[in-house]
């Protein structure tokens, strides 16, 4: 069941991303939703959660897209582990921290990202990488974690109390 | 290590090692959509248009109450901009009549009205990350929209067409590090390839300028319709600034494309290139 809302939240997620979050780019950067979600849950949950939410999560991204089936996919995955790992080892209940932790491994995962682009011969020049989509990109993801922090904690918490 | 530690291990690294090999397979090189992509792409695409278009009415409501801030002033620039404009309109007519006289004595045609059949198309939405740059438009293989079509706005080119469905087609934007752009500079006809630099930068650059050729910032660049899919002569962009490529034998430039690719609503495709008598209907 939770399989499912996992899914349906995603496919929900990935209609937004390529349409209505177009109105609310800055400097042609919007955010990135199914990061967030990935990060605030593995950073909740812990990393092997992380990293498997991550790497789902970054599949159905590829399939919908239809190129590169993986690329998001092992992205994802490393950015979900890490924001676990984070989780283990900071206090988790805590807004400004759950921010940092989604801004570095944001940018954890950004990097995967463009190593993976080198792997598959797409050469992006590594200062426009870093200042133009990377950290931009961390940054913007990392604001909204604030808004969106609170309700997978209660989510979260609901979960663990029913098993 | 312990033994389930290596298991784990093993099976991470099996992972990575089928995702690296499926990444390579799904390259997208191809030129067609299997079936189940192209009806998925299709279903989803009144959805995305909806939304697309919800998007930008919200837009449109949040930012009037700021756009009413102080109005009075802009209304005047605005009318002293409109007379200047009014001033600079007459020239450009006694411009445009002067052009069309010499136009027929040289016995030029015009070439955007004459050579090209157009299709409007809207932009329904985007790619869902920051790295690379492609655009879903409304119109597919039913309209008669085919792959490696070129896409311009009015202000210059868009990309190209790289896979069709029955009512979507998704374009490669020429600010995408896939694309690669054959062109020119306008004024000294100096070759070079306009290459993306990531997906949502709206910037692009110009590589393998010959070091010694006369290239200045402010000069447009138009594509040379040589050994690529574009027609000759589409406007592009402007160069800005221009480096030394690291071998030292080249140039290369930092492009601002006239399209602005941040807010492309709606596009033209080119559906028809007429063919001129000494010259094949499009670059290789």
Known sequence: MQFIVYLLLLGVILILQTTVLETITIAGIKPDLVMLLVVLSGFLLGPKEGAFLGFFGGIVEDLFTGNYIGLNALSKMAAGYLAGVAGERLYRENIPVATIVTFFTSLAGLTVNYLLLLYLDIYVSPLYALFRVAIPDAAYTAVLAPFFFWRIFRYVQIRSRDF | ?284
Not at chain 2, 130 to 148: A, Q
Not at chain 2, 210 to 220: I, K
Not at chain 2, 247 to 257: K, Q, R, T, V
């Open chain 2, 1 to 284: 290590m312990r033994w389930v530690t290596a298991k784990r291990l093993f099976l991470l690294v099996v992972l990575v090692a089928v995702t690296l090999a499926a990444m390579h397979f799904s390259v997208p090189e191809r030129t067609g959509l299997s079936s189940l992509e192209s009806k998925f792409r299709d279903v989803l695409a009144p959805v995305q248009t909806g939304l697309t278009w919800a998007g930008r009415q919200g837009r449109y409501l949040v930012s009037l109450p700021v756009s009413m801030v102080g109005t009075a002033a802009r209304s005047q620039a605005l009318e002293q901009e409109v007379e200047r404009l009014q001033s600079e309109n007459i020239q450009l007519n006694e411009y445009l009549i002067e052009n069309q006289r010499l136009s027929a004595l040289l016995d030029y045609k015009n070439v955007m009205v004459n050579n090209y059949n157009f299709m409007v198309a809207s932009v329904i939405s985007r790619d869902p990350g920051n790295w690379f740059g492609t655009v879903t438009l409304n119109r597919g293989s039913s309209d008669g929209v085919i792959v490696n079509m070129s896409v311009l706005t009015p202000d210059g080119l868009v990309g190209r067409v790289i896979a069709v469905s029955a009512s979507t087609c998704e374009v490669l934007l020429i600010t995408d590090p896939r694309s690669g752009v054959g062109s020119l500079v306008q004024d000294t006809r100096t070759p070079g390839i306009i290459e993306g630099v990531a997906g949502r930068s709206g910037i692009a650059r110009m590589i393998h300028i010959p070091n010694n050729a006369p290239v200045e910032a402010g000069q447009a660049v138009v594509t040379s319709g040589q050994g690529s899919v574009f027609p000759k002569g589409i406007p592009i962009g402007i160069i800005r600034n221009i480096q030394n490529e690291p071998s030292g034998l080249f140039l290369s430039a930092e492009i601002y494309p006239f399209a602005d690719f941040n807010n492309i609503e709606e596009v033209l495709i080119v559906i028809f290139v007429q063919p001129k008598a000494d010259t094949p209907l499009v670059g290789g």
